[in-house]
């Protein structure tokens, strides 16, 4: 009989070590230098000028968490670091590691949130004016790269033609600005914030796209969102910040504001229906209750029941190969 032991109850324990050193081998550009090709530990020491002991130790650490590997008495990158942390690729989530590092400070207030079942101060999402917008939705960003060029593949949106796509909560303007790139033709409204459409400006025209993109600056809770004005909604990263009510509105709002046969796509982190996996989205509820009053990780039978209340009939489920589940609803 196999006795249990210690080992990865002190690696849960210690869990933040594993965000600090992917956060500052990101802040230090580490993978991208691996990425250049083997490094000894001098020579990452001299790329990235650092100290050899400093870079010693983060070797290590990264070797500890799987995303560098010993080769040959130096070291490189593992095919998931080179995948998703070497900078300037449209997948490199370096930025998300940067900002979850700072993010570390404010699970210090877990135990009280958990108590009291929801944030002990103001409720980060649902602030429009907030600095930390800035690098965080650009860091998100490259999250929804892969999971929006499944979404065209399944919607088949480069023959589309001339579709109006209407984004909720757009961000970065990501997901317009691979659809748009794929399809000439089509044509998107972001609604969000203005602090944060000023940035989706800025960054969907270094895309090359922003003139076939509108802006509405509101809060889309209670923005009119037109009717039957859309062939395609998105609703991405958005209902785990919402609450059961909200999404409800929601989405009998945005059923209105597509034209006959449109469809809704969703993508969030979804769990099952008996809540026992997939592990991201179970873990990602506690940052829901921290930073939210009413979010949270929900069930395909909650989107499901939410969905048919809003008058949509069809709903189907696509996982992706990230912690993202797309939903299409029509």
């Known amino acids: 009989m196999n006795e249990p032991n210690s080992d990865r109850i002190m690696r849960l324990i210690t869990g933040y070590w594993a965000t600090g050193i992917v956060g500052t081998a990101a802040s230090l550009s580490i993978f991208t230098h691996l990425e250049d090709g083997p490094a000894t530990t001098d020579q990452l020491a001299a790329r990235a000028g650092i100290a050899h002991r400093g870079a010693q130790a983060l070797l290590d650490g990264l070797v500890s ?36 590092m700072r993010h570390m400070a404010a699970l210090a207030d877990l135990p009280d949130v958990v108590r009291a079942g929801g944030p002990v101060t103001d409720a980060v999402v649902e602030v429009a004016d907030n600095p930390h917008w800035e690098d ?10 892969p999971v929006a060029a499944i979404a065209a593949e399944t919607l088949r949106l480069a023959d589309a033609g001339e579709i109006s796509i209407l984004d909720i909560g757009g961000g970065s303007g990501v997901y317009s600005a691979i659809w ?3 399809n000439p033709a089509a044509r998107a409204t972001q609604l969000d914030w203005a602090p944060i459409n000023a940035i989706a400006r800025r960054l969907l025209a270094e895309r090359g796209v922003a003139d076939r993109v509108s802006h509405i600056d509101g809060d889309f809770h209670t923005t009119d969102l037109g009717d039957s004005a859309y062939d ?8 785990h ?6 999404n409800i509105a929601m989405f009998a709002r945005i059923r209105s504001a597509l034209r006959p046969g449109g469809t809704l796509v969703i993508s969030d982190y ?12 179970l873990t990602f509820a506690a940052e829901m209750l921290l930073k939210s009053r009413f979010g949270g990780t929900w069930r395909r039978a909650d989107y499901r029941s939410w969905l048919d209340k809003a008058g949509f009939e069809d709903v189907t489920f696509q996982p992706t190969p990230s912690p993202s589940t797309l939903i299409f609803a029509r």
Do not use: H
């Open 180 to 182: 748009l790139d794929l």
């Open 232 to 239: 395609i909604a998105v609703y991405s990263n958005i209902a």
């Open 136 to 145: 965080l939705i650009q860091a998100i960003a490259a999250q929804s790269v």
């Open 241 to 246: 910040q919402e609450g059961p009510d909200d």
């Open 65 to 100: 968490v799987g995303l560098v590997e010993v080769d040959d008495g130096g070291y490189r990158n593992t095919a998931e670091a080179s995948a998703f942390l070497v900078e300037g690729r449209p997948t490199s989530l370096s930025g998300f590691a940067k900002v979850k």
């Open 270 to 281: 979804v769990v099952d229906d008996d809540r026992a996996g997939p592990s991201y989205p």
